[in-house]
Each structure stands twice: as structure tokens, then as C-alpha cells.
């Protein structure tokens, strides 16, 4: 058993745990059981996910193996970059051999280069000459024009044309509006369509952006660069202006992967190669349209229902309807909402009426993401205007939504409400809202909404989320302890029922599991389930090693990143981990401590166990305290994802993930019984019956 233990590693590294996960979206294309746009749209998935994994973490790695001192971490950057590459090709092996095929049997025919028929293309020239070439712009690269600054992951089509009598031949980069649509229509028959793509349209009619000149021939391209934020918060000066100033330095970040159309010659990619001072490795050779992610417009445009996932209709429970008085019915209990299956509704709308309602004092918010046309946001503003007092945490370092989040600060500012930015050095990740009434007799209390994910109406439709609604006095104080910690930077603060990040959240979440070791040696009973996107902080994974020697069962739900080694003989046997991956995108945090065979401590929350998490971010995870709702969680969600495995994968010591059920998805799957249970008012009627909330609890 030892000799077992030591030939497996002690960590799985990030990188390639996450390569692991985006391969598992790359398997959902793959997956015939799954409409069949669907699996268009998780193809597209699988390349915004490359993009972000190659703008952060390939970034930091190549700075990385820039210094001297980090030379030994050399091997994992090119292990990860191999798996990148076979990832790429398999991608669009996908699309070639699979998608495009199958699209084809319905009708929906892409027309590749050189497939364009003259009628076609005679219709595409009027339409290149209207809608296109105005919008082109060429840059000449010679001696007079240095290469150009490119655009980070914008299309470019680099163009090699013909000199004068006895001169080299000239090459020229055309960059491709962002504004101008990837995908384009060429006709539609009865239920299908033919499409084909902007950049083959743009190359056939090239001549006519250079005239007098001969094409050679024309290749797409597009670069990704480093786009992490470093912003030193610490020096003097305004946050906004140098996040402002850090995003623009980002347009010349460092390029750290090219993707050209296979076909360009070899010369032409070790000439951009050497004007982007990029490595061999980082180039990738595409079979087919640059750039996947733009795939995803043809959902729209075949608009075929047939083809995806059926809509889903969310229930909104008793008493929290757009018209019902939300205050009153959650002074009288509390209430649990799981999102997308039932409404997110009710979150606006508990906003809304604090917005328009006079005995509302305040409204305090945290806002990490949300929607471009935000009605929470508008909420906010409007109940500034009403001259209430507003305060809105807006973190502006959430990743790639910084200039979103800037515009918002603003024009909260602009209505009266005080916008702040969190205690410096830390994200602002909690998801929050607390609401001060006057009541009765002029009694203040507060209300407040908790949740795992972002005020984002447009995301809680497909990420799977929890909401708790509560007046509860204990919790709801605690909720207004965290806003005064980011208000106030109150730097030892003691939180009753909430465990908050940077201050004590690691440390309770290792004497939850160490509790749960002891309870278990002492031959008690004892059990840890926990749901997160990722798992990488090493204090978590030693305490969880520790229970798991100890005898306790470990059940973990781990959408992405795990670096933990499950079922090593004598070190973590008793630890079980699946993914779970499907119609909607797992973003819950769930956790649950057998608690010595008591009551079972049940928490939520905005926190992964990450370091990050932990030591670098504001997060809160709240306990849920009323026992009918506590109940609803274990027999309702945690046991659909203990015993539904259509939508799950069993991870192994080898680092492999297996399908958890013997015949695959076509087991029945834990979002298959949340749409079940969504599709039935009777039981979204029952749980929403409450019982009063007893004195002093």
C-alpha cells in the first residue's frame, strides 16, 4: 500500500488540472446525447476558457521561466503547453469530423474556402463592398511603417502582395473590426441555412482593398497577451485612474500565444514570431476558422429549437412574487431560492422595493459582476436619487470587467450613493445586500440577501446558485459587521455565525474538518461534503488528508481545479471527488460537517478553497440556520449530487476522470432533478411554507 501511495503524486498541479477540466467541456461537444447547438455552443466554451487559461496562468508561467530562480518550473510549461496544443486539434478535429458534419445532416451548411459558389460569391461582393471594406483599414509594414501594435485577441489577416519589378513581395496586416459579425448568412432554406465565414469573405475579395496590387494570398491570425492586472494599491493616487492606466498598459502586454491559419507559410509565421517576440511553442497552427468562440452566433441564426436544450421556465416560490410584499414575508422566516431552477426574480425585486419603499433607510450592496443593462444597478440608482442612503462596494479588479465596473462606480456616484472600493490589497468576492427598515414603533431592522453568486440577472439564468433571503437579528448583524469591515476597515473584527475571509474563514474551514477527524477517531459519527469550483489550498487538502486517515467519509463536488489526490491508500481513501458539467454551469459553494453526529452544520457562500480565497479576497460564508431550510439543502440538493451521476465524473488517483454512472449521460443526471423539481408548482409551493422564526434564534 505504501509503495501504491508513493508512486502517486503528492499534488496535481493547477495548470494541468484545469487543462483536465476544459478537456471535459470539450467532451460535452463531443457528447451526442446533447442537442446538437448545444454542443456548438460548448465547443465555443472550450476557446473563451483557452483564452482566459492563456491570458493568466500560461502568462504568469512564462514569467516564471523568465527568472533564474524558477528554471526547475520550466517542465510544467511545456507540459502544459503539449496539452494545450492536443487540446487545440482535437478541438477543432470536433468541428471538422463531428460538429460540421452533423450540421450539415440538419441543413445547416458552412461553406468553407473555395467551396463559394459564383452565385454566392457575387452576392457576398455587393455585400463586401456595403458592409465590409468601408469598415477595413490596411497597415503597410516596411520601413516607414513599424509593425503594428495589435489588439489582444482580435482577428488580423496578414497579407503578403506583390512588389514592383525585381523587389520582395510586400506584407501588409488588415485588422478585423470587432463590430463586424464572425459569422455570415449566405441564405436559408425551409428549416437549414448555408454560412460561411468573414475572414474567407474578406480574403476573396482583398483586391479590391488594395487596388493596382497583387494578392499573394492572405492568412488569419490573432495574438493573446498577458492580461493580468498588477496595480500597486499601496501607492498614492486614485484607484479608478490607475486601473484605468493598467488596462491601457495591457494592449501591449506581452503576447504569449499566435493562432494562424495552418496554411500560412513557414516564413511568414517565424516573421511574426519575431515581431511579437514569441517562442515556437506558443505558436498554434488552426485547421479551420480562427477563433471557435465566434461559433456560438450560429444559435441565434439557425434558430431551431429542436436543436437545444428545452427552455426552462423558473418557479418562483409562495409569497415571493414580483406583487407580494417581500419584507413581510421574509420578517416572518426565512427563505432559500436555487437559481436557475427557481426564479432570480426576487433578488431584483428585493432590491427594487427597498429602492421605492419609504420606511427603507438604507441599502448597503457588494457588486462583483453584473449585466451591461443592470437592473440592480438602476435600483441602486433610484434609491440614491430618493435620498436614501445608498452604499455600493464595487470591486473594480474583478477580471475582465474592470472598465464595466468603473462605468457603474460612476454613475452610481453621479446619483448620491457612496461607492467604495473594499479594504485595499483585497477583492471584494462576497455576494451581499443588506437593507435597514423602519418599522413599528421606529424600530430599525435589518434584512438582508446572501448568495454564491453575482447580482448578475443575465448569469443566474445558467450559472446554479443559492440565495438566502433573512432577518434573521444574529445573522443579519454579522452581515452588517462585513460592511462596515469594507466601509470602515475595521481590522479585527468578530463575526458570530459568518466565517469571513481574510480574517478566519481558512482557519474555520480546517478546525470544521479537523472536528470532523476527532469526532471520527472517537468513533462518533462523522462526514464532510463540500461543493466548489476549485480546490488548491494546501492547508484545506492536509486537513482533509487528515480526516480522511482518520476514517472520514469526504465527499467533494469540484467543478474545475482540484490539486487533492483522491482514494491514496493511507492518505486519502476515503476521499471521493466527482465533477460535475452540463446545461448549466455549477457555481454553488456548498458545505456540510456531520457535526459529531448532531445537527449538521450547513454554510454557502461566495469562496472556493483556494488561497486566493482565503488570503487575497473579502468573502463570506454564512451558515444556514433555519432547520426546515437546512434540511432542504442535504435532502434536496446535496443528495441529487450524491446520487444522480448522469452529469458526473469520478476523479482518480491518475488524475483521469471516469464517468461516475456505467452507461454515461444516460443516467439520469443532478440537473435533470433540479428541472424535474423546477417543473412542479406543487413542490415549489411546499417548500416555500415557513415556519416562524423562533425568539432568539
Known amino acids: 500500500m505504501q509503495e501504491i501511495a508513493a508512486a502517486l503524486p503528492e499534488r496535481f498541479e493547477r495548470e494541468l488540472s484545469w487543462l483536465d477540466f476544459n478537456g471535459r467541456v470539450l467532451g460535452l461537444a463531443r457528447e451526442r446525447s446533447v442537442p446538437l447547438l448545444e454542443r456548438v455552443r460548448f465547443l465555443s466554451i472550450v476557446s473563451s476558457n483557452l483564452d482566459e487559461f492563456f491570458e493568466i496562468r500560461v502568462a504568469g508561467l512564462l514569467q516564471q521561466a523568465e527568472s533564474a530562480s524558477a528554471s526547475a518550473g520550466n517542465g510544467l510549461l511545456e507540459e502544459v503547453l503539449r496539452r494545450a496544443h492536443a487540446q487545440v486539434a482535437e478541438q477543432y478535429r470536433v468541428w471538422r469530423e463531428e460538429l460540421s458534419p452533423a450540421l450539415a445532416a440538419e441543413g445547416v451548411l458552412a461553406r468553407e474556402k473555395g467551396e463559394l459558389t459564383a452565385a454566392e460569391l457575387e452576392g457576398l461582393g455587393d455585400r463586401f463592398d456595403r458592409e465590409i471594406l468601408p469598415a477595413l483599414t490596411p497597415l503597410a509594414v516596411d520601413p516607414a511603417h513599424p509593425f503594428p501594435v495589435l489588439t489582444n485577441k482580435n482577428l488580423y489577416l496578414a497579407v503578403r502582395l506583390a512588389g514592383a519589378k525585381g523587389a520582395p513581395a510586400r506584407v501588409a496586416v488588415v485588422p478585423v473590426p470587432r463590430i463586424l459579425p464572425r459569422i455570415l448568412v449566405l441564405g436559408k432554406e425551409g428549416r437549414g441555412l448555408r454560412f460561411t465565414y468573414l475572414s474567407y469573405v474578406i480574403k476573396a475579395f482583398l483586391g ?8 499573394l494570398g492572405a492568412w488569419a491570425f490573432r495574438i493573446t497577451r498577458n492580461s493580468d492586472l498588477y496595480v500597486d494599491e499601496d501607492e498614492e493616487g486614485n484607484l479608478i485612474e490607475a486601473i484605468e492606466e493598467e488596462i491601457h498598459r495591457l494592449r501591449k502586454g506581452a503576447v504569449v500565444r499566435l493562432e494562424i491559419s495552418g496554411d500560412a507559410p513557414e516564413d511568414l509565421v517565424a516573421w511574426l514570431r519575431a515581431a511579437l517576440d514569441l517562442p515556437a511553442e506558443g505558436v498554434f497552427r488552426i485547421d479551420g476558422p480562427v477563433n471557435l468562440l465566434r461559433l456560438g452566433a450560429l444559435i441565434d441564426a439557425v434558430a431551431r429549437p429542436d436543436l437545444v436544450y428545452p427552455p426552462l421556465q423558473p418557479s418562483v416560490p409562495a409569497g415571493m412574487g414580483e406583487g407580494d410584499n417581500l419584507f413581510a414575508r421574509i420578517g416572518r422566516g426565512d427563505v432559500l431560492l436555487h437559481h436557475p431552477y427557481e426564479s432570480f426574480s426576487p433578488v431584483v425585486d428585493f432590491i427594487r422595493q427597498a429602492a421605492r419603499d419609504p420606511e427603507v433607510v438604507s441599502i448597503k450592496l457588494t457588486l462583483y459582476r453584473t449585466s451591461g443593462d443592470s437592473p440592480v444597478v438602476e435600483a441602486l440608482k433610484a434609491a440614491a436619487e430618493a435620498g436614501k442612503q445608498v452604499t455600493a462596494l464595487i470591486e473594480l479588479r474583478a477580471r475582465f470587467d474592470e472598465l464595466n465596473n468603473i462605468a457603474w462606480a460612476r454613475q452610481l456616484e453621479e446619483s448620491g450613493a457612496h461607492v467604495v472600493y473594499g479594504l485595499v490589497g483585497y477583492k471584494t468576492h462576497c455576494k451581499a445586500c443588506l437593507v435597514v427598515r423602519r418599522e413599528k414603533g421606529g424600530v430599525l431592522r435589518r434584512y438582508a440577501h446572501l448568495g454564491t453568486g453575482n447580482y448578475n440577472p443575465r448569469t443566474a439564468k445558467v450559472y446554479t446558485d443559492l440565495s438566502l433571503f433573512t432577518a434573521d437579528p444574529e445573522l443579519t448583524a454579522d452581515v452588517g459587521l462585513l460592511f462596515n469591515v469594507l466601509t470602515g476597515n475595521l481590522s479585527s473584527p468578530s463575526f458570530r455565525h459568518a466565517l ?34 476549485s480546490l488548491v489550498d494546501p492547508s484545506v487538502i492536509d486537513a482533509l488528508q487528515r480526516a480522511s486517515q482518520a476514517g472520514v467519509p ?10 487533492l489526490v483522491p482514494g491514496v491508500p493511507g492518505r486519502s481513501e476515503t476521499i471521493r471527488v466527482r465533477s460535475v458539467l452540463g446545461r448549466f454551469l455549477e457555481h454553488s459553494r456548498i458545505f456540510r460537517f456531520l457535526n459529531h453526529g448532531g445537527e449538521p452544520l450547513v454554510y454557502l457562500g461566495s469562496a472556493d478553497w483556494m488561497q486566493r480565497n482565503f488570503v487575497r479576497r473579502v468573502e463570506c460564508v454564512f451558515p444556514v440556520r433555519d432547520p426546515s431550510l437546512r434540511r432542504r439543502v442535504e435532502s434536496e440538493v446535496i443528495a441529487a449530487y450524491l446520487g444522480r451521476l448522469g452529469d458526473a465524473t469520478f476523479l482518480g488517483p491518475d488524475g483521469a476522470h471516469v464517468p461516475a454512472a456505467p452507461e454515461g449521460r444516460d443516467a439520469p443526471g443532478v440537473q435533470d432533478a ?4 423546477a417543473a412542479k408548482p406543487a413542490a415549489a409551493d411546499k417548500r416555500a411554507k415557513f415556519r416562524p422564526r423562533k425568539a432568539g434564534r
Do not use: H, T, W, Y
Open 208 to 215: 479590391r482593398l488594395f487596388p493596382g496590387l497583387k494578392v
Open 500 to 533: 469571513v475571509a481574510p480574517f478566519d474563514l481558512q482557519r474555520r474551514m480546517v478546525e470544521l474538518i479537523d472536528a470532523e477527524a476527532a469526532a471520527a477517531r472517537a468513533g462518533r459519527p462523522s462526514g464532510v461534503f463540500a461543493k466548489v469550483n
Open 554 to 563: 469526504i465527499e467533494l463536488v469540484v467543478r474545475g481545479i482540484c490539486c
Open 674 to 677: 433540479f428541472l424535474a423539481l
